[in-house]
């Protein structure tokens, strides 16, 4: 009996960890966009990690962040900004630069289908 008992104990320990893993969410993915360079937003970047850090998120540990830099071309950022959309991004954040806000909103607005 103890001999069936311990088996039993070995089966389940080893599902264990197939089970738990099973049960993780996936990380949610924030898309940045920024017009500059990673160097010359590196004080915003700082910024806003603090901020999501003050409502629980800490990158690397429960989100990920996928950052594109326009690097001054102002003329990338559109194309930056669909490529987050590709890659589904859960959240897609942008400075308050209009022009910026305007490439993310034109990536991801889906134009209407014609009436059937």
């Known amino acids: 009996m103890r ?4 088996i039993a104990g ?4 080893a599902a ?12 949610p993915v924030i898309g940045f966009l920024h017009q500059q360079t990673a160097e010359t937003a590196a004080e915003i970047v700082t ?4 901020g999501l850090e003050t409502i629980g998120f800490v990158e690397g540990r429960n989100v990920a962040i996928e950052y594109r830099w326009a ?4 003329d990338r950022l559109r194309a930056l900004a669909a ?7 859960d959240l897609l954040a942008t400075s308050p630069n209009s022009q910026i806000a305007l490439s993310a909103k034109a990536a991801t607005i889906r134009p209407s289908q014609p009436p059937t």
Not at 10 to 13: F, V
Not at 47 to 50: C, D, E, L, P, Q
């Open 3 to 6: 001999r069936r008992e311990f």
């Open 10 to 13: 070995l089966g389940g320990a």
């Open 16 to 27: 264990w960890p197939l089970a738990a893993w099973a049960q993780q969410a996936a990380m």
């Open 47 to 50: 910024g806003f990690r603090a």
């Open 71 to 74: 690097e001054g071309h102002n």
């Open 83 to 89: 490529d987050l959309v590709r890659k589904r991004v």
